[in-house]
């Protein structure tokens, strides 16, 4: 067995979480207040020396019923607070008695350590495939006079700078509470200089990296459009102002859900600084009634000494390895060509047959059938639930299609939109119920659709019936899951007056179940998650689909940010990114073929325009790419991916990859506008054995690793726009 990562230290009262790199310290203080002590840098041995200094402060209120004034949980740094125990920051929970107060006061009851991980009920979570890679401390928090619990858990693990955090409230008294608001963790900082980045946008402008500076007060970054958005993603990280890609301390915090989430951070008035995170309470309520529980999500924290690359890394290998669970994790992923931007809805199977033939000479291994092939949908006005072929465009089925495909030596993907219901389909016409709506209220479209009320069992074997049918053909290979809406007229048909604060996380559980029944029933399919793009890029959809659709923005100068944004927390192998055409479809932008590739190349390659019509020239510089991403396929989605240069600073991109047995690396800098008067720039590479030489591929010259990190190569200059570079160095 080896060493504990946890230890309580009973005279001190000190729960210490340590592994090599990490230290996560609290303690047990006056009035059983659990109050955060360090979370950092591995400290060897705490000797229990740090004492948060008392005095007494004006204005705050101080333990019921004592006479010390120079205790107070006000200011005092806690794991974890409640609305209602005299700390005038914003609460972590908040919950409302019976009697209709919301007051609660937690209390440090008692402890448990468990080797490993426990499975989290119905929600995706962090996993270890062996017990001595994690260990678990759960605190109980208690609330004497309504008898609620509240089961603090903190994961350890062995090999990295993480820990993972989540709540689970138990009723154990004998009267039934409302929930409000149950944060899945709260993180108390005492003299920092922070900085907070985050990641905003929108659909075709997904994760833009945004860093701001503290300010007193409250600011939040939230979704409550029903799913994490492309408007925020659930994702947050604290900097040291002299923070950046290479240096200086990190913490990021990354939420393992896809509903509604909540980031609040807030600077008090001692300039201390407090961190919640979790399910959004807007609109929220939970009942809870004796007996039940209720579990949040859970948090992935990282710390990181080594600036935004060394957090990423961290997230990179941590979610490869204990996030994602399906089994193609570890399997070079096919390059692929989807119809979408080829075609659009209007399609024949013969124009489709032309793309295959096009597609297998060029060296493309998959074929997705995207939008449009079912019920009778030629745009998006009709057929979502119909999950039935259009015998119009495909008169022998679609089976005997993907059997053509597969004839080609090709894998077949097909794409749905399982979550939504068209007024014009057969779904509706038989249950017009299950499209969700509030009683007496007509619900808005979006996108002319509708969300299906996932809440209930029966929508949601609907739904897997009709995707079981097909999927059980044996003949569909991968399958893109996509969701082009948010929610509206938030009501769950099946649920009471006084549940209905639970349709939108009862959304989320729905979606959740019907994914692990899916997935878990066809391992042997790669499913590619989608939200108009990367609408719903988290960890929570990561748990069952290994890639997802970055974004329906495909324009390779816009891709270099939106890539870079998405990795700071997730790996190239979940980045989809296709070749589409130029002028670009979103932006009008003409991008050579040669930089739309070396951006495309640098995720999840597939191609994404109408093959049958690209010049000789073009046709056989795609064939080559094509030739040259399988050569590199295991370096760019295994290997270490490092920032270089942030096309959100400067007219440039540049970013490393590097094997992880430190012997081959590709590095890919960019130049967006020409200049007349070019100013000469340099890019240096990050993650190479310095002592190690690297001979470089195309000219065959010889550099030193640490000749490569430290003075760099100068960058390409060209008069024209938009122009990039990759260069492949083997270790010699
Ligand atoms: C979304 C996806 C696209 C495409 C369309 C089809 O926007 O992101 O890739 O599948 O839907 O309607």
Redesign the pocket.
């Known amino acids: 067995m080896k060493t504990d990562m946890i230890t309580f230290d009973e005279k001190n009262q000190v729960f210490n979480l340590s592994n090599d790199y990490i230290s996560y310290i609290f303690s047990v203080e006056e009035g059983k207040t659990l109050a955060h002590l360090y979370f950092g840098k591995k400290i060897r041995n705490y000797h229990g020396n740090l004492q948060y200094p008392r005095i007494s402060r004006s204005f705050s209120a101080n333990l019921p019923g004592s006479k010390d004034k120079t205790f107070s949980r006000d200011t005092l740094p806690k794991e974890y607070s409640s609305a209602g125990e005299g700390d005038f920051r914003t609460p972590a929970a908040v919950v409302k008695n019976e009697n209709g107060a919301y007051a609660s006061f937690l209390t440090y009851k008692s402890y448990q350590i468990i080797n490993g991980k426990p499975k989290m009920q119905e929600l995706p979570a962090s996993f270890v495939d062996n017990t001595e890679d994690a260990q678990t401390l759960i605190i109980v928090l208690e609330d004497k006079i309504s008898k609620l619990e509240f089961d603090l858990s903190y994961t350890i693990f062995r090999k990295y700078p993480i820990i993972v955090r989540s709540v689970k409230v138990r009723n154990m008294g004998n009267k039934t509470v409302f929930l409000n608001k149950v944060s899945s963790m709260q993180l108390d900082f005492v003299d920092k200089k922070f900085e907070s980045i985050t990641l905003p946008g929108a659909h075709m402008n997904e994760r833009n990296i945004e860093r701001n500076p503290l300010h007193h007060g409250l600011a939040v970054y939230s979704s409550n459009r029903g799913v994490s958005s492309p408007q925020m993603n659930p994702f947050i990280a604290l900097v040291d102002k002299n923070t950046n890609e290479f240096s200086g301390e990190v913490y990021g915090f990354s939420l393992v859900y896809s509903g509604n989430h909540k980031i609040e951070l807030e600077e008090d008035q001692i300039n201390q600084v407090r961190l919640n995170m979790g399910i959004n309470d807007y609109n929220f309520s939970w009942k809870l009634a004796p007996e039940e529980s209720f579990q949040t999500p859970e948090i992935i924290m990282v710390h990181s000494n080594d600036g935004l690359n060394g957090m990423s890394q961290s997230f990179h290998h941590f979610i490869d390895e204990n996030i994602i669970t399906s089994k193609f994790k570890n399997s070079e992923r096919p390059i692929l060509i989807n119809n979408?931007e080829a075609t659009y809805f209007d399609f024949t199977e013969e124009k489709l047959l032309q793309l295959v033939k096009k597609a297998k000479d060029l060296g493309i291994e998959m074929f997705v059938l995207?939008?449009g092939w079912f019920g009778h949908r030629n745009d998006?006005r009709s057929s979502l639930g119909d999950w039935t072929v259009n015998t119009k465009k495909f008169p022998k089925g679609l089976i005997h299609f993907a059997k053509i495909v597969h004839g080609q030596g090709m894998q077949f993907g097909l794409?749905f939109e399982p979550e939504m219901i068209s007024h014009d389909s057969e779904l509706y016409k038989k249950h017009p119920d299950y499209l969700m709506h509030v009683p007496g209220r007509v619900p808005s479209p979006s996108r002319h659709q509708y969300v299906l009320d996932l809440g209930r069992k029966e929508v949601r074997d609907e739904v897997f019936n009709q995707l079981d049918k097909i999927l059980s053909s044996g003949q569909i290979d991968y399958v893109?899951w996509?969701m082009?809406r948010h929610l509206t007229d938030i009501f769950q048909a099946d649920l009471p007056a006084d549940q209905q604060g639970e349709t939108y996380h009862r959304y989320v559980l729905g979606l959740y179940n019907l994914l692990d029944r899916i997935t878990s029933k066809y391992d042997n399919i790669l499913f590619e998650s989608?939200s108009?793009?990367g609408g719903r890029f988290d960890l929570g959809m990561s748990y069952y689909m290994p890639q997802t659709?970055t974004s329906?923005n495909t324009d390779a100068v816009a891709r270099m940010k939106i890539q870079y944004g998405t990795s700071l927390i997730y790996p190239t192998n979940m980045i989809g990114a296709h070749v589409s055409v130029s002028p670009n479809e979103q932006t009008g932008r003409l991008v050579p073929l040669d930089t739309r590739y070396l951006v495309a190349m640098s995720g999840v390659l597939g191609y994404e325009l109408d093959l049958t019509k690209l010049s000789p020239l073009e046709s056989k510089k795609i064939k080559r790419q094509i030739s040259s991403y399988k050569k590199f396929r295991n370096l760019i989605q295994f290997g270490d991916f490092y920032r270089l240069k942030s096309p959100f600073d400067t007219n440039q991109a540049a970013w490393n990859f590097v094997s992880k047995d430190q012997k081959e690396a590709l590095v890919f800098s960019f130049n967006v506008l020409s200049d007349a008067q070019p100013i000469f720039t340099e890019t240096k590479m990050y993650g190479l054995n310095p002592d190690v030489d690297y001979k470089d591929q195309d000219s065959g010259k010889v550099f030193g690793g640490d000749e490569l990190m430290e003075m760099g190569f100068y960058d390409e200059i060209a008069k024209h726009d938009f122009i990039g570079k990759m260069r492949y160095f083997k270790a010699i």
């Open positions: 979408w995207d939008d998006s794409w893109k996509d082009n989608c108009s793009g659709w329906d």
